[in-house]
């Protein structure tokens, strides 16, 4: 029998560290489309995942989420997209289970299967094709003895509490984060009273995940909060993962409507100082499982490990050749560059972009259409060049 502590137990005892972003990452590398974002690597590209998993546990992270982003049927036929042709979601989903459980055991990580949004919610077929959807996925994770399940990157509160239902049939702990703001979810619902419909769903743990920036995330988690504390609701653990980009400029829909997104965010990237001032606030809040979205690589997971290490008694397998506040920087040849290994010079530090005439900020591209909209109504067939001329009208 395993002697492995559980997702709860370690939540009770101090803060757990998520991983960061796969499919962003993985698309920079050239395993993952941009557009459909579906995780077909884990058949095609076994070992650039494995390779990422591995760097993210060596960096300090304690859960290995299996890559299931938008691997449900539906959207992997989804506008053309060809991976439902080639693979069914099933062999997605189990490879991704194998490569997770493989690198977790090389550290004793934990290991989750996930679920998010679906075309079909967005099209308005109903609660009994979507958690069809849903259950597909959660059958799988639950043949590979996963951890705990993860409900994530939803818009919409009655989406996620149908998530939520499917992950409450097993008798697995379940994680659910919702990819909003302070504004609340797209139909209106507020930040608080998402958390709490969340909780009363039966998730253990809820919290946000992507869309925005940490310090965006961090206001939104503290109405979720508050909301939770009062309801009675406080024997459920808070959750973070935002982007690792930043987004004051955005509006309630996050980074996706910026005029950037996905191929021109690199100058909006936080830096490993913003992850760790990110990381201490969060846990001052008294967010308990903190980790990273879409733009968060292993040196970001690995900031938050080093800023936690005092309240987790240790540090990472990365810190081997690194330390947090600059040490090393003791040995440069330069002078001016070892008047900088010290913590006050870059927690204080306002990098440049080097981009001259380039704006601060940018204007969001706010169409203002969500779920039950007809402009988001999903098909198998690709997107037409009418259909793409009447956007570019737009």
Known sequence: MSTKKGILERLREGPVIGDGGFVFALEKRGYVKAGPWTPEATVEHPEAVRQ????????????????????????????????????????????????????????????????????????????????????????????????????????????????????????????????????????????????????????????????????????????????????????????????????????KQGFIDLPEFPFALEPRICSRWDIQKYAREAYEIGVRYIGGCCGFEPYHIRAIAEELAPERGRLPVGSEKHDPWGEGLKMHTKPWVRARARRDYWENIKPASGRPHCAACSEPSSWGVTAGDTDLKQGRAATSDEELRQLFKR
């Open 52 to 251: 990422l998993h591995r760097e993210f546990l060596r960096a300090g992270s304690d859960v290995m989420q299996a890559l299931t982003f938008y691997a449900s049927d539906d959207k992997l036929e989804n506008r053309g997209n060809e991976a439902q042709t080639k693979y069914t979601g099933h062999s997605i989903n189990q490879a991704a289970c194998d490569i997770a459980k493989e690198v977790a055991a090389e550290g004793g990580a934990l290991v989750a299967g996930g679920i998010c949004q679906t075309p079909s919610y967005l099209s308005g077929l109903g609660k009994a094709v979507v958690q069809s959807e849903f259950r597909k996925q959660v059958q799988v994770f639950v043949e590979n003895k996963v951890d705990f399940l993860v409900c994530e990157y939803f818009e919409h509160v009655e989406e996620i509490e149908w998530a939520i239902e499917v992950c409450k049939e097993r008798s697995l702990p379940v994680a659910s984060t919702m990819c909003i703001g302070p504004e609340g979810d797209l139909h209106g619902v507020s930040a608080g009273d998402c958390a709490v419909r969340m909780a009363k769903a039966g998730a253990d743990i809820v919290g946000i995940n992507c869309h925005f920036d940490p310090a965006t995330v961090l206001k939104a988690i503290r109405l979720m909060k508050e909301g939770l504390v009062k309801n009675g609701l406080t024997n459920v653990f808070l959750m973070t993962q935002p982007l690792a980009y930043w987004t004051p400029d955005c509006n």
